[in-house]
């Protein structure tokens, strides 16, 4: 039986390529009873339905990742304690924090990344078979970095994952660059895939720009959702792009939007913990019906959820490329 | 016939000098299909109604500027495409960037003053005789400076725009000045006008300070609305304020506000794209009726009016001088 | 009689320590015609109700202090013109500013603490017998210091005073000293009590700290509401806590909330002139009914009200200590 | 008779482009009992020898411009008062400070320019036809600008002067710009003429350029000298270069140095008032003998001098081209 | 026998006021074999010659004072190891860190102040009979505070203070303040004593100002070194300057230098640790003899002394007055 | 027959531990015509003397590595140009800019590593057989990163490599990691090593610490000279340590000195293109002989030389250690 696919067929009177969900925030921001917010997490097709890895900030403003299942993709259960990690036989696991969670399946099991604290923000890797048991890797790399993101696929035999350099603060630049590893242990064969664009061709994305979902293969190449951010005089704003990446060498751009997807105009984007933020962390696609489902964090406060048809965002992305 | 002059009076429980259209914003940020927001625009009497230039910056934050009719000065139609300015002339048009016009009639032609982009922020200049064809001249100064404003008459046979120098950022600081031209083309006699005041006396306007109106000839002297901004630890507020300005040598300052006339309390001015942000670039006048009309930016994302009598806010700059 | 104590009862769908009351804001920003905003306030019973000392910021957003009187602690008549403080004694009154008023009372008179600018903020100090007619000393520091909160009660038969040592700006740091004076003249006996939490430990409060509501004792120790401070990508987010202060060493910090009891979730807390802000600066209690009222500024612009058992807040922050 | 041109050989063992004088610094920071340093000056052939503006920092450390004298261009008298400027009928002459003059002769008389305190740094205009009387113009520019430089000739009719907008402080960007005038009083025309370098290409002159010297017309086009800087973790270290400007449109740069001509590396450059600081204000020129004589403030403390050979310099300004 | 005067007769060729020994610096970075510096030193006449208080930071960069002696005030034995300070009843002595010590001698001991922190800086106070002994008593002010000076009587029968309110770190501002006690434990009466300058009216000085050596009494008034801070493009510069306070009232400044008296102009002021920087710490006078020698730190290295005459440091001081 | 160890016995005055060669600088910042400096550069034995990889900037302020040699460790050959690095079958090699390498010979070849510019500095590596060609590999990380160091000995089987993670400007922050490698190619196992001091411990490296010479195995474990760094008022100042790692787990630090071992303090450390800078690259051990000199950056523009006993820098790194 196919499971349910989270879908809003498109309003009449938007001729928008991205909408929203009429009902978001579809999680809220205590929805379980210790949490200051759940935001900026991901999620994929398990069993029946889905699973996610979610970010709950704690009432302490102390960041981890929880795990949640839901039939529809839209009514979730969020475990109310935090993922518990084992060691898949590193020598040692470090705990300061975690945050902003992808996952991606990959051969045999659930991949997860996130942020990792290492005496700065790094890339924590991990896995599970079954949602229930977790175990933890190696980080990727030295800190400073966020946003790692997994290909679904082995790329040449090797592991690929795209992730953003940064530093130890509310960092003011960000490139997306793609590495390698034979292993899912040891990186290299560092690319530089994408800059921040200038000011005067695209605003929006100007500041920093970072990967958001994990990227899907299609005809054109690999299609992923991205945060692009401007800095105004009043603090950074996040918005959302999406990017087409060569089949074969992904760190070469095919294709990126010059206008952006998505960007914070209503209350819940624009209101919360950081105002104005809408930051990509998952998609959902149904290639038979030409759907995808993209799960975002608004306001570093909630979850929300956008939908776009695959094939129009295919061609939006071709037709406005920078 | 006489032009609809837009107007609401004054709602019956309020004692305040200038008051809010009921029905603010009066501009959307989606007005136009292309448009990320529409805001810090500047209107005109123009034939039987109202002409208008508006900064619309478009999905990819290109910032340009547009035009636009009206029959009452409320309900718009802009041009989803930008102006196209011809040169007047001049060897170059440089085309970075285009934001925040003001427009006012000089003599014989519709003279349309903004933020031009030549490798940082100036005062672009150009002129249209019925809005339909535009002409740009010579960029009146070098970089960096904002907020050029020209005044309706030339004064002692020259030509004379307000201004304000600043930096290539968000700039944290900013004097008015005035400077004067003989043909439009070059300038000189700069004259200071008006500092930001101390944190003590008046601290809505103690970052920076801006012209915003085209100032109108009064029997006391120019009256101006200008945008005063104060630093809070989450950014920048921008509020307004209303200036005096000497007859003969407008570069004194005759009576300023201490108290704004008008602070970001409106969700629309207080939730948005740069959250609190009021931004006056025009004014309309029925000098007959004592009537004033202000357009005003909202939180850099839509376009909001307000309304007040003139004899009324001119008594309330002299008694509320600083 | 007894007075009538301002309280609501928890929602019967709430479990939280802390709860708001349902028409917050209790005194909205222009509740006297000339304020721009009236928040950071502090209140105290006084005769057959409550009267209350108010950062009233006018339209100059000038920074001055205000009476007011209640019967309930909820309605509140606010006197339209500052406090006018006449010396003393002390040979120079200095008025650049006030903000952020504290009251307690000691022995036989009302003591008022506030920010007082004398090039630069520092702790003003005050007093009145009636509410009519106010007195003020000497400051107690030199600049740059806020948040000055004095003990109810001599302590080895010295005036006791907590604070946050400063500088002129948006401090982004901020530690709560003790001190104390023979004579609320001469200050000395610095004792340092407590810092900003690591990032990774709690988050919220990990920026800066500051006292709040004067502290009230309890068998447990002194117990007050507190500020904390974390540093977004867009500017600061104040939220608040609680802590126990050892009885006759109260520079000794004995417990103190890792989770923050409030943070900024309502509107009229995450809108504002400063958008999220919560600001505790003053609490009521009833022993016998177990209760407790904090006033809090909210959104650096209105004054909001929250209430708590105060037997749950104590174990609660004893439960959940750092 | 001809005016005896300051000149040293080439040392024997060197055979670098520029070489310096041997007795450096020709101008010790005390040269005139009441100065704290004499730096940042110009030069040119007066009467049977040479006059010069010079900027003298008192030790109150007031910047302002005082003459002096030369019969060999290397011993200098300078005078102990600063120049005093008569209005040339302008309404009003600003005095804030007055510091790195440049001198031109066109025409009929001798121009000075400087940077000119008014409410932050702009572009002094002076002139005087026998450096005992001085009479001060408009203005040229708002501020903020420095390094203000007139071409020698009109190019079309109008005078041309080269100068590089900047802020209110210690500026860490800077491109040149060229500007137009009819008649010395108001400008326009305003061009690009360079930027700063990539770190990459040339890091010496990666943070800012700014002009130096008068542009002298060869038949490669108008040479100049100009200094370039680098941000190094101690601040700001200033070197020199060249460029050649095209005759007719002297805001097109044909050519310009990838290496310096002279960088810090005499105990009076690298230490001093500022240390690492070369900024060339003037150059001498004997055509017929080849020689170039180049005056550089060292280390905002002393002025110094460099020899090259005209023919020399210009072809390694063409062979060492960005 | 009257103790040996530290004294060099001015230069035959020189004509200023301030002058410096010839064999300077009297005490090197590496006089004790543990030190890396030693500078911003403080010394008193005792028994038949001077007893002193030094700023020794060891090889590890901590920061400590030593006690040394000396017959004639410029050959110095420095105690190898830092002063041990018992408590005088205090029930904590804080010990992070110690610099920038100050002595005087008040009634029947010798105070000295000092840099103490504090978690963060703040002013120390110890005191001593002998020079082997020594007393640490409550730190005078909460944090942040550096370059606590007494004066050498008590006025209106209480000790006064004056001190520097900062920040934690490399403080760009700084006015000087005076404090009153009745008990050298308690302090109050805060009065501000003196800003830094206009950019315009005294460079040196602009940035922050802080006292330097213990004032003098004199017919003038009190007679006092201070340090001036400019910021340039590479730093903080300090340099020497005079003030001279109302004797009943020394929170009155009745002359102050607009020139400096003494700048970073010798290598060993211009070179070392921190380049720049002139601070002086401690005089000494024999006012029959009209002479005063000054104590001085020099490049944050090392210990350099200066001389004057004191009738004609008070002429000047009066006479070049801002 | 036994290559000549450049050597200098301590001065019979001293009692330091190390000690500087009195020829200092033994490369100066024009020993080839093209460079501007020559600093932070590294050399091995090899053959019948010495090879070295020399950091050359030229007059350009490019920034590129060249080889050299010598017979003495002292006298050296510098190759004028370049070293020409071939790919090693990597896909692309980046050329941005190449800094402050290491040289370090593992098994069959000398593996240089470098700060390499790709989109920011990260760390390059390649490597010669024959310092005549050279070979460039993937580089080991993402940015930002500098001072890569490798291990003289596969750890585990593993290469090992030090470096400090960045970020792209004059990086105010800077811990120690290690990092292993299968295969010189992909990188990962990521230990943190070590961290700034507090100030008050040893500020002399309490902003930041970097790797600085290939570690040495003695019995107590690897023991490495290291650059650490203050930040002063005016910018940084970089002084040397050692640290002793373990042998088997080197990212544990068994001792490591509190006291710097040399700081910047003569003229040709604390006068050039950066002041105060000591930059240790590379040490020579003559075991036998006990016998160790150092190789260092001065003032980020000559190469220096410093000397010690192997047995004492040992005993002195665990006699002092933090």
New interface residues.
């Given amino acids: 039986m196919k499971i349910k696919f989270p879908w809003q067929d498109r309003p009449i009177d938007s ?1 928008e390529v991205i909408w929203r969900y009429s009902d978001n925030p579809i999680i809220k ?1 205590d929805q379980i ?1 210790t949490s ?1 917010s759940i935001f900026n997490s991901a999620v994929v097709p398990f069993e029946s339905g889905y699973a996610g890895v979610f970010r709950c ?7 981890n990742i929880h795990s949640g299942f839901s039939k529809d993709g839209i009514n979730w259960e969020i475990n109310p304690e935090p993922i518990i990690f084992r060691s898949d036989g ?1 020598t ?1 696991i470090f705990r ?2 975690k945050y902003d969670p992808r996952v991606v399946f990959i051969e045999d099991r659930y991949w997860i990344t996130w942020c990792e ?4 923000p ?1 890339i924590g890797i991990g896995y599970t078979f079954n949602f229930k048991e977790f175990f933890q890797c ?8 966020r946003n790692g993101i997994l290909f679904p696929n082995k790329i040449n035999d090797k592991y690929a994952m795209l ?1 953003r ?1 940064s ?2 603060g ?1 960092t003011a ?1 960000g ?1 997306i ?1 793609l ?5 899912m ?8 895939v994408m ?1 921040p664009t200038s ?6 994305q100007c500041t920093k720009v970072g990967a958001g979902s994990v990227p899907v293969l299609t005809e054109e190449g690999w299609i992923m959702f991205y945060h692009g951010v ?8 996040y918005a959302m792009g999406s990017v087409i990446l060569d089949k074969e060498n992904p760190h070469v751009v095919k294709y990126r939007t ?3 997807l998505l ?3 209503e ?1 819940y984007e ?7 933020v809408i930051f990509p962390c998952a998609s959902l696609i149904d290639e038979e019906a030409d759907k995808v489902s993209i799960y975002y964090g608004a306001a ?1 406060t909630v979850v929300a959820l956008a939908f776009g048809k695959l094939s129009e965002i295919i061609k939006y992305t071709i037709g406005n490329s920078l």
């Fill in positions: 001729d921001r009873s200051n900030d704690n009432k302490a403003v102390q960041m590193t040692e300061d924090y604290g290492h005496n700065g790094t190696e980080n990727a790399f030295l800190p400073f970095n992730s350099p530093d130890n509310h630049f490139d660059y590495s390698y590893s034979p292993d242990k040891f990186w290299g064969e560092h690319r530089h800059s000011f005067k061709d695209s605003a929006w401007i800095t105004t005089c009043n603090g950074f704003r010059q206008p952006y960007t914070p105009s209350i624009q209101v919360g913990d950081v105002p104005n570093d």
